[in-house]
């Protein structure tokens, strides 16, 4: 706890965060104390302080990348029965061409599929046709590719209503696998959130459990005027449901009571 409360900060990431996750980080770094055939973690701390490169090396290690399947699905339910036909809506009335969705610190893609779902099985039947696009970026390369595969344990899904695993996954050596139709409207990037954004203006935004979580506040905030560059006049930002905004963007207000879901004013 010493060690991270004392190379967190130095990242621009914030212990709170880590608390409940620790454990996570500390097995890497135990495993890299071991490589290096150091004896502790100030053995580490010295490495760190004699070796600047390693740095980005810790920072690899305090990425958290538990995720699932309709996480929190009371906001991926919301989203499906107001907040996108709100958005269609928007973007019939504006003749925009397409509805843009961006999920930042995407993980392995469990939460861009789960919206390619809900808009494939929910909203393309009802609403008139607009294409969707989404944007799903990690700074993990690993995690990127495993969002380019696609293949689940059957844990990640265990939030998905059963049906739609059944019609949207193949099983492939134990695993269940997403089938192409639902992996069309996605594409997927490594970049560093706090380095770079995807090209664009999104009318939907995802950032859960991720930099209001794990970012120091100065880092919260200037991560929150970079999504608020991004999101289009009248669009909605969801943060994590146990996450809270550092500030509130000028233009932005709660979008429902009761729903980590922001609206931006049009
Ligand atoms: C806890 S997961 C959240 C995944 C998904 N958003 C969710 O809520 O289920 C956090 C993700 O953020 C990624 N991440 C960590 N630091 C990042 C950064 N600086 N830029 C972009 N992604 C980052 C991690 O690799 C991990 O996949």
Redesign the pocket.
């Known amino acids: 706890m010493a060690f991270l409360q004392w190379a967190l900060p130095r990242l621009e990431l914030r212990w709170p965060g880590f608390r409940k996750v620790r454990r996570q980080v500390i097995k890497r770094i135990t495993r890299r104390i071991e490589e290096l055939q150091l004896v502790d973690l100030d053995g580490y701390r010295r490495y760190l302080e004699a070796h600047e490169q390693e740095w980005l090396r810790l920072d690899g290690f305090c ?6 399947f309709y ?1 929190d699905r009371w906001v991926f339910d919301a989203l499906a029965q107001e907040g996108l036909p709100e958005l269609i809506r928007l973007c019939q009335n504006r003749n925009k061409r397409r509805l843009d969705i961006w ?5 392995a893609g ?2 861009a599929y789960t919206l390619a779902l809900i808009w494939a099985l929910q909203i393309a039947p009802q609403a008139p046709a607009v294409p969707l696009a989404l944007t799903g ?4 390369p690993v ?1 990127v590719a495993r969002a380019r595969r696609g293949c689940y344990p059957s844990s990640s899904l265990r939030e998905l209503p059963a049906p739609w695993r059944d019609l949207a996954f193949t099983a492939e050596q134990g695993q269940y696998c997403i089938k192409s139709e639902y992996r069309r409207p996605i594409s997927w990037a490594v ?4 380095k770079a954004l995807p090209d664009g203006s999104f009318d939907l935004i ?1 950032c ?3 930099a209001f979580t794990y970012f120091s506040s100065d880092l919260q905030r200037a991560i929150l005027r970079h999504l608020d560059a991004r999101l289009s006049p009248s669009g909605l930002c969801v943060i ?1 449901v146990h996450e809270s905004l550092p500030e509130m963007p000028a233009a932005w207000s709660l979008w429902r009571p009761g729903l980590p879901i922001y609206h931006k004013a049009g």
Not at 63 to 68: A, F
Not at 103 to 107: E, F, I, P, R, V
């Open positions: 990425r958290i990348t538990i995720s699932r996480r999920s930042a610190g995407c993980g469990e939460e970026t990690d700074a993990d995690q970049q560093d959130l706090r995802l859960r459990n991720l994590g």
